[in-house]
């Protein structure tokens, strides 16, 4: 057996090399989904609530009707032109990030059962020897985050950091603390 | 509980020690940014299993060649990269494509944050792209990227080295990496690439100078192999 390599930080001048795959519209291809439409932002901060200016935000998620678009999502389940499911975009100097996207449907867990939909976050930056991974859940699903498998293995006084919160029609705020007060939850997946 | 059986094998948990934590003081940037709370552990589900894929169409003719492009010949040493992508089980892994970027000979990123007093080459952009073969073989050209200073402590100075990053078949073998040169005396005086608590795991990721890759009058080679996460076992077929 071989051993993964180490992870390594990203550092300053990531924009270099990875902005060819920026794409902060996730529905820009995607003309049917656009009366779906909604967006994310939010901001991410440091262990003294500075902004993160020089990182970067990857999402990954399912369409709206629970599919990923992934050769082991085998499930009968339509696939919707021009949508990925992948977004990124560098955090702005104020620390922010915005995504449009769709809301996900609902995906199974390990043990089959419908897991809240989400969305998946990884965040890259100076300083962070190897990313973070987080999710991201929705406020008006109150009954599946109270179900999902997920959310119930963290301790009920973090869980609020991993859903976000309404901000207008079809928006929502949800920021990543990495550190500190009101600490985003982070996973080893 | 132990998943269903029809579910998508599971990713191997990282080897102990083989990966950093997230807090290395002397890496003084991760003092801040670092997570105060352990982390959760999650059984992977189709979530963690699934992720972005990027075929060819993702990668242009001549974007595995840094020296190109810019309108003329970058100055510094040019060399051949090359290497394998696997995972841990030691298959290859195909159409993976792989981000790099890198500061010019002088030690000078492209970047409006990079304040090093060298000089920027007008014939080199820093940044390319590649994608693995059948075999998980990739290969780009290149200069060798210059040391340069920056401000952990007094008088620190990177090792030369090139910024990886690859996204494997899932979420959950996302990786972005540095590859370093063989003999560079800065190495064992980088927080960086010292974070990596052990010895094996560190020197792997120090590139190899590699003759059969080496092209005689034109440029040195360097094999740099990756591994990503492997599955714990095959699915059910």
């Known amino acids: 057996m071989l051993y993964a390599t180490a992870s390594q930080t990203v550092g300053p001048y990531l924009h270099i090399g990875l902005t060819g795959l920026n794409c902060a519209d996730l529905t820009a291809d995607a003309p049917d989904l656009a009366p779906q439409r909604i967006v994310i932002e939010g901001r991410v901060t440091d262990g003294r609530g500075e902004p993160v200016p020089d990182g970067m935000v990857e999402i990954w998620q399912a369409n709206p009707a629970g599919r990923y678009r992934h050769a082991d999502d085998t499930r009968d389940l339509a696939l919707v032109p021009g949508f990925t499911g992948f977004g990124r ?41 190897k990313h973070v991974a987080t999710r991201m859940y929705f406020p008006e699903e109150a009954t599946a985050n109270a179900a999902d498998g997920v959310l119930s293995l963290v301790p009920a006084d973090r869980r609020a950091t991993l859903v976000a919160q309404p901000n207008g029609q079809n928006s929502y705020r949800w920021d990543v603390v990495l550190q500190g007060p009101g600490e985003t939850v982070f996973f080893d997946i | ?180 040169f063989p003999g560079d005396p800065l190495l064992p005086y980088d927080p960086i690439f010292n974070c990596v608590p052990d010895e094996k795991a560190r020197d792997r990721l120090i590139a190899a100078l590699d003759w059969e890759t080496t092209a005689p009058e034109y440029a040195l080679g360097y094999r740099f192999d990756i591994v990503l996460r492997g599955r714990d076992a095959t699915p059910m077929e």
Do not use: C
Request: hydrophobic share 35%; net charge neutral; aromatic share 10%.
């Open chain 2, 1 to 180: 509980m132990p998943p269903r059986s029809d579910h998508p094998a599971q990713y191997r948990r990282l080897y102990w020690n083989t990966q950093p934590e997230y807090r290395f003081d002397p890496y003084a940037s991760t003092q801040l940014r670092s997570p105060s709370q352990p982390l959760i552990a999650l059984p992977q589900s189709l979530s963690e299993v699934t992720g972005p894929t990027f075929g060819p169409e993702f990668v242009r003719e001549g974007d595995n060649d840094l020296t190109v492009g810019n309108g003329g010949e970058p100055i510094g040493e040019r060399i051949l990269v090359t290497g394998r992508v696997l995972d841990e089980n030691g298959r290859a892994v195909p159409n993976a494509l792989i981000e790099v970027w890198q500061a010019n000979a002088a030690g000078r990123y492209v970047h409006k944050r990079d304040q090093h007093d060298a000089p920027l080459d007008p014939h080199f952009s820093g940044e390319g792209r590649v994608i693995t073969d059948a075999n998980g073989r990739y290969q780009f050209k290149t200069i060798k990227p210059g040391a340069y200073p920056w401000r952990n402590h007094h008088n620190a100075w990177r090792p030369q080295h090139i910024h990886f990053s690859l996204f494997g078949n899932a979420y959950a073998t996302r990786l972005v990496t540095q590859m370093y």
């Open chain 1, 89 to 129: 975009v560098p955090t702005e100097a104020d620390g922010s990030f915005r995504f449009v996207t769709v809301k996900p449907g609902a995906v199974p867990d390990v043990e089959g059962r419908p897991q809240a939909p989400h969305i998946m976050v990884s965040v890259f930056m100076r300083g962070l020897v």
